[in-house]
C-alpha cells in the first residue's frame, strides 16, 4: 500500500511539473537587474532595471514571450572643478524565445534568447555648458540581443522564484555596439491551459 502511495505522489509531482511548462499555460513575471551604487570623494552613482514579461507557451516547454525595459540612472560628480548630475530613464521592448529543460517538480532550468529595441533619455545639469541653466539633453535609440541562462524554484505549481544570467550586446548600428553581464532576480507565476 506505501509503494503505491508514493507512486501516485510522485506521478501527482510528475503532472505537475509537465502542466507548468505544457502548450497553452500562460507565463507572467518581473525581475530586477542591473542594481548599483558607488560613492566615494568625487563621484556617486545609482541605478536599476525593472523587467515585466508576458508569454504564452507554444509547444510543451517552449515559451515565446516579450518583456518591457524600464531602468533608471543617477550620476553626480562631486568634485572641486566640474560639478555635474546625469539623469538617464531608458524603456523598450523585447521579445524573447525561452525553451525549458526536463526537471523535477520544483525546480526548472532553461535557455533564452531575445532582441529588441530601446531608447534612452538623459538629462545633465552642469557647471560646465553656456545653455540656460547649464543644461542639455541627449535621447537615442538603440538595438539589443542577447542569450541567457535562468533557473525557476517553484514554491507552488504556479509560482516560481526566477534566477537568469545572460549576456547582452546593444548598439546603435553595427559600428558603435556594446557587451554587458546582466544577472537579474524576479517571480513568475505560471497559468495553466484550462483552468
Same mark, same amino acid.
Do not use: W
Given at each position: 500500500?506505501?509503494?503505491?502511495?508514493?507512486?501516485?505522489?510522485?506521478?501527482?509531482?510528475?503532472?505537475?511539473?509537465?502542466?507548468?511548462?505544457?502548450?497553452?499555460?500562460?507565463?507572467?513575471?518581473?525581475s530586477?537587474?542591473?542594481?548599483?551604487?558607488?560613492?566615494?570623494?568625487?563621484?556617486?552613482?545609482?541605478?536599476? $532595471?525593472?523587467?515585466?514579461?508576458? !508569454? +504564452?507557451?507554444?509547444?510543451?516547454?517552449?515559451?515565446?514571450?516579450? &518583456?518591457?525595459?524600464? /531602468? @533608471?540612472?543617477?550620476?553626480?560628480?562631486?568634485?572641486?572643478?566640474?560639478?555635474?548630475?546625469?539623469?538617464?530613464?531608458?524603456?523598450?521592448?523585447?521579445?524573447?524565445?525561452?525553451?525549458?529543460?526536463?526537471?523535477?517538480?520544483?525546480?526548472?532550468?532553461?535557455?533564452?534568447?531575445?532582441?529588441?529595441?530601446?531608447?534612452?533619455n538623459?538629462?545633465?545639469?552642469?557647471? $560646465?555648458?553656456?545653455?540656460?541653466? !547649464? +543644461?542639455?539633453?541627449?535621447?537615442?535609440?538603440?538595438?539589443?540581443? &542577447?542569450?541567457?541562462? /535562468? @533557473?525557476?524554484?517553484?514554491?507552488?505549481?504556479?509560482?516560481a522564484?526566477?534566477?537568469?544570467?545572460?549576456?547582452?550586446?546593444?548598439?546603435?548600428?553595427?559600428?558603435?555596439?556594446?557587451?554587458?553581464?546582466?544577472?537579474?532576480?524576479?517571480?513568475?507565476?505560471?497559468?495553466?491551459?484550462?483552468?
Amino acid at each position: 500500500m506505501k509503494k503505491l502511495l508514493l507512486l501516485g505522489i510522485g506521478c501527482a509531482i510528475s503532472a505537475s511539473a509537465m502542466a507548468q511548462t505544457e502548450k497553452g499555460s500562460k507565463f507572467i513575471g518581473v525581475s530586477i537587474g542591473n542594481i548599483g551604487y558607488q560613492k566615494d570623494n568625487y563621484f556617486s552613482s545609482i541605478g536599476a $532595471d525593472l523587467n515585466p514579461s508576458a !508569454g +504564452v507557451f507554444v509547444t510543451d516547454n517552449l515559451l515565446l514571450g516579450s &518583456g518591457l525595459q524600464v /531602468g @533608471y540612472r543617477r550620476t553626480k560628480s562631486n568634485g572641486n572643478s566640474s560639478n555635474y548630475t546625469n539623469r538617464t530613464i531608458s524603456y523598450g521592448i523585447s521579445p524573447f524565445a525561452r525553451y525549458y529543460f526536463s526537471g523535477a517538480a520544483t525546480h526548472r532550468f532553461f535557455g533564452q534568447v531575445s532582441g529588441g529595441v530601446a531608447r534612452y533619455n538623459q538629462r545633465r545639469e552642469s557647471d $560646465d555648458y553656456v545653455s540656460p541653466g !547649464g +543644461v542639455s539633453r541627449d535621447n537615442s535609440t538603440y538595438f539589443t540581443y &542577447g542569450g541567457a541562462l /535562468g @533557473y525557476n524554484y517553484f514554491l507552488t505549481p504556479g509560482a516560481a522564484l526566477e534566477v537568469t544570467a545572460g549576456y547582452n550586446r546593444f548598439g546603435f548600428d553595427e559600428r558603435s555596439t556594446n557587451g554587458s553581464f546582466n544577472i537579474q532576480a524576479g517571480v513568475a507565476v505560471f497559468l495553466p491551459s484550462k483552468l
